[in-house]
């Protein structure tokens, strides 16, 4: 196991408040039980051998339930892989820093999964950018109040097969950084672009292209990555 690490935010972060006390020490538990890209093991009885060997008394459902708490809020996110149970750690990479990550312990999370998490950090992303916005406009200027600010620009944007363009915002680029590590993520969205542009007829629409970002990076991250070692070719070949 790897040494992890606690940041001081962590005990006022309000989103974590919402979990009971066990509940977060389980959660921190599953961080050092985890691999270098936020996977672990998820049987219960392994997780309590684990994080809880020398609690006799405590019983497998409490640990279910602890796990199932942090599931609900959103932090772990569970998958099969050769019929066994993993969890991902959604966030794991706001928590820890690798700068080396080690080879996979563990199975990767489903593409569909990655592409379905994606979606939900747009959303939350988009959702968190109108509330500042409307919450300064319901504030009332005063002569020396500084303007409202304005909308955060898009990292980049990708064309979509009805000339549209999809934006992609700073949060998606953090979530997928979590999701992919061994990946140049701004690099790589770069490519995706560029190969959009030359691809008029095999763009996607405003639904698929998650799907078609997370499978790229997936891809990407499996060869290694630009930030790893077995990386052969451009993402600009990869259709």
């Known amino acids: 196991m790897r040494t992890r ?32 890209y936020g996977v672990t093991k998820g049987h219960p009885a392994w997780l309590r051998s684990q994080l809880f060997p020398y609690d006799d008394d ?8 602890w796990i199932t708490e942090i599931e609900k809020n959103g932090m ?19 928590h820890q820093k690798v700068d080396h990550p080690s080879k996979a312990r563990n199975p ?3 593409e569909y999964i990655l592409a379905k998490l994606s979606r939900e950090t747009r959303v939350e992303t988009e959702t968190e950018t109108e509330t500042e ?20 620009a ?15 915002y700073y ?17 790589e969205l770069r490519e995706i672009r560029a190969w959009n542009i030359s691809h008029t007829t095999q763009r996607k629409t405003k639904t698929g292209i998650m799907k078609h970002i997370t499978g790229w990076l997936a891809k990407e991250q499996d060869k290694g990555g630009r930030n790893g070692a077995g990386n052969q070719t451009g993402g600009i070949l990869k259709a």
């Open 5 to 36: 690490s606690i940041k001081p935010e962590f005990w006022s972060d309000e989103k974590l408040a919402k979990l009971s006390r066990e509940a977060r020490l389980t959660y921190i538990g599953l961080w050092s039980v985890s691999d270098d």
């Open 58 to 65: 405590l019983k497998l459902s409490q640990v279910k339930n």
């Open 76 to 94: 772990i996110v569970m998958f099969t892989h050769s019929n066994e149970t993993y969890y991902f750690i959604r966030h794991f990479g706001d």
């Open 108 to 110: 990767q999370p489903p």
């Open 133 to 152: 916005t409307e919450t300064d406009s319901c504030v009332e200027p005063s002569a020396n109040a500084e303007p409202p600010r304005p909308k955060p």
């Open 154 to 168: 898009p990292f980049i944007t990708l064309p979509l097969n009805d000339k549209t363009e999809y934006p992609i």
């Open 171 to 187: 949060g998606m680029i953090k979530e997928w950084k979590n999701l992919f590590p061994k990946v140049d993520i701004e690099q």
